[in-house]
């Protein structure tokens, strides 16, 4: 009987063949009852398994392909990723992305094969799984993205991660010719931000960028009254105009939180910038909040005399915008800063 293996916090477990014994695996009769489920052809967990966890879909393709290395989001999500699930913008499951040298597998469900060249200096194993590394696997998603938004946000969240950074992927973007999707990855790269703390900050971000044109975006950064005081860290801070633009999901309907965003929505309108924001029905037709948006920025650029914020910190702030900031963070330091935010 497998034993489960407790990593990050969740129970796994990895798939086992047929075990006539039943010590090593189930019987085939056992295999054939309601108490095992099969994970691929051959391979058995027990029924109770979650079977959806990104991490357990991840387990279960890597065994089912041995020789092959994970990639893209799988890559990302066995190594802890917040918003690395495994589903697409609509929620769906998508596969799991596995590298081969060479194919020689009938197709089965929850992984894709791919022979795409993969050098040596690119593979990894990691608590007994092989894949691709980040720099690599970030690109065959954002290679493989159904289009610029989600390429961009791949991207983004990946940079989240402090796994990769944006000079990283543009050098390996670089070095490419002639692979699948690198028009697109090349096109996403001006794009991405390296201090996106959600998806659909990420999403906002592009609606004011390519749709209203606005250039000058500072993704959660600090905002500071002349005095040098810390008055709160939007979402994204249009710099040309001053207008703050917030995501508002769930968590922020209701309770302590609602009270906390409008206590600092005040703070940001007595500095004398202006508040959008956006809400969960906003993503399936944008239109009124980009409306929003310019009636936003037409009130900001309408106020005169000097502004009353700045994005310069004083002396003693330290800065995490950037993933290199973040990587020179000391353990402590990134306990203290890098707090979890759900948006």
């Not at 063949?17 to 295999?31: F, K, L, W």
């Not at 968590?251 to 929505?265: F, W």
């Not at 309408?302 to 002396?315: A, D």
Request: glycine share 8%; net charge neutral; charged share 25%.
């Amino acid at each position: 009987m497998p034993v489960p293996q407790l990593r990050r916090g969740l129970e796994l477990v990895r798939p086992v063949r047929v075990d006539p014994s039943g010590e090593a695996g189930p019987t085939e009769r056992q295999a054939r009852g309601r108490g095992w489920r099969r994970s691929s052809r051959g391979l058995y967990v027990p029924a109770g398994v979650d079977g959806d966890l990104a991490q357990q879909r991840v387990l279960e393709a890597a065994a089912a392909v041995p020789e092959g290395y994970i990639t893209g989001w799988a890559t990302f999500a066995w190594s802890g990723a917040r918003w690395f699930d495994g589903t697409d913008r609509a929620g769906q499951p998508v596969p799991v992305p596995i590298v081969v040298h060479e194919n020689r597998r009938d197709a089965q469900p929850g992984y894709v094969i791919t022979q795409e060249r993969l050098a040596l200096r690119h593979c990894r194993e990691l608590d007994g799984v092989r894949g691709t590394d980040p720099t690599r696997s970030i690109a065959y998603e954002a290679r493989y993205a159904p289009d610029l938004v989600g390429a961009v946000v791949a991207l983004d969240m990946a940079m989240n991660t402090d796994l990769v950074s944006k000079v990283e992927v543009a050098a390996y973007a670089a070095s490419l010719n002639g692979w699948t999707g690198i028009p697109l990855l090349r096109e996403a790269i001006p794009y991405v931000v390296e201090n996106s703390w959600s998806p659909m900050e990420s999403e906002m971000r592009l609606l004011w960028e390519v749709e209203l044109g606005v250039n000058w975006i500072a993704c959660n950064h600090p905002v500071f009254d002349l005095a040098g005081n810390h008055v709160g860290t939007p979402d994204l801070l249009d710099l040309e105009a001053g207008v703050v633009g917030e995501y508002d999901g769930a968590l922020h309907l209701a309770g302590k939180q609602r009270s906390r965003d409008l206590k600092r929505e005040g703070d940001f309108r007595r500095l004398g910038l202006e508040y959008v924001t956006m809400v969960a029905g906003d993503r399936r037709d944008p239109s009124d909040f980009l409306q929003r948006t310019q009636d936003a920025r037409r009130r900001a650029q309408q106020k005169l005399g000097p502004r009353q914020w700045t994005i310069t910190p004083p002396q003693w702030w330290t800065p995490t915008t950037t993933v290199e900031q973040r990587r020179a963070l000391a353990a402590d330091q990134r306990a203290r800063y890098l707090r979890p935010r759900s948006a």
